[in-house]
T-cell receptor, first 113, second 112 residues
Framework: NAGVMQNPRHLVRRRGQEARLRCSPM?????VYWYRQLPEEGLKFMVY????????ESGMPKERFSAEFPKEGPSILRIQQVVRGDSAAYFC???????????FGPGTRLTVL | LAKTTQPISMDSYEGQEVNITCSHN???????ITWYQQFPSQGPRFIIQ???TKVTNEVASLFIPADRKSSTLSLPRVSLSDTAVYYC?????????????FGQGTELSVKP
C-alpha cells in the first residue's frame, strides 16, 4: 500500500512565477491536509480538503494561495506570484473517514530565487 | 485545540530508555493524544496515539495519567537512528476539525 506521494520533491521558482505542488493521498483516503514548515520552525496547518470541498482553510494566506482536491486526480496547492518568503517545505497528509490519524508525505521543498 | 508544552531538547545515549513528557492542561474530553517523529528533510511519521492509561506498539509506549493533563512517550533502548524531533499533539477526531497543531517539538539527540 503506497504511502502519501508528493511531487515534485524539489521545486525552484523565480519571484513572480507560479508554483504547483501535487499530493496523492494514500489509497482509500479521502481527506487531505496541507502544512507548511519554514526553516527552523514547526509545521503550520494551511488547509483541509475532502473530495471537491474545502473544509477548513483557516491557515491559508489570504492572497496568492489556493488549494483543490478534484474528484479525480491529486490535490493541488497553487502559489501564484511567489516571493522569497514562500520558500519552505510543504507537506501533505491524508486520512480516511474512520480515524483521525494523518499520514504525511515526504514533502516538497520550494525555493524561490 | 489544547496547547501542549514539551522540552525543547533532550540528550540520551544508545541503549537507554528515553521518556519525553508533554503537558496539556486544557485537554478536552474528546481529545486524543498523538505523537509524531520527524527526521530532517522528511515528513512527520505517526508513532502512537492514545486516550487514557497506557498504549504500547512495536515502536513506543504512551503513558497517560487519569487526569490526562500530561502524557509521556517512552522509547525503549534508543539507537542513533532515533535522533529526531518528537511532536506531541492533542486534538479531536477529524470529523470535528481535522487540523493538527504542531508545537516546537522536542529535539532528541542520541549519542554513541
Amino acid at each position: 500500500n503506497a504511502g502519501v506521494m508528493q511531487n515534485p520533491r524539489h521545486l525552484v521558482r523565480r519571484r513572480g512565477q507560479e508554483a504547483r505542488l501535487r499530493c496523492s493521498p494514500m489509497k482509500g483516503h479521502s481527506h487531505v491536509y496541507w502544512y507548511r514548515q519554514l526553516p527552523e520552525e514547526g509545521l503550520k496547518f494551511m488547509v483541509y480538503l475532502q473530495k471537491e470541498n474545502i473544509i477548513d482553510e483557516s491557515g491559508m494566506p489570504k492572497e496568492r494561495f489556493s488549494a483543490e482536491f478534484p474528484k479525480e486526480g491529486p490535490s493541488i496547492l497553487r502559489i501564484q506570484q511567489v516571493v522569497r518568503g514562500d520558500s519552505a517545505a510543504y507537506f501533505c497528509a491524508s486520512s480516511d473517514i474512520n480515524t483521525d490519524t494523518q499520514y504525511f508525505g515526504p514533502g516538497t521543498r520550494l525555493t524561490v530565487l | 485545540l489544547a496547547k501542549t508544552t514539551q522540552p525543547i531538547s533532550m540528550d540520551s545515549y544508545e541503549g537507554q530508555e528515553v521518556n519525553i513528557t508533554c503537558s496539556h492542561n486544557n485537554i478536552a474530553t474528546n481529545d486524543y493524544i498523538t505523537w509524531y517523529q520527524q527526521f530532517p528533510s522528511q515528513g512527520p511519521r505517526f508513532i502512537i496515539q492514545g486516550y487514557k492509561t497506557k498504549v504500547t506498539n512495536e515502536v513506543a509506549s504512551l503513558f497517560i495519567p487519569a487526569d490526562r493533563k500530561s502524557s509521556t512517550l517512552s522509547l525503549p533502548r534508543v539507537s542513533l537512528s532515533d535522533t529526531a524531533v518528537y511532536y506531541c499533539l492533542v486534538g479531536t477526531n477529524l470529523n470535528q476539525g481535522g487540523k493538527l497543531i504542531f508545537g516546537q517539538g522536542t529535539e532528541l539527540s542520541v549519542k554513541p
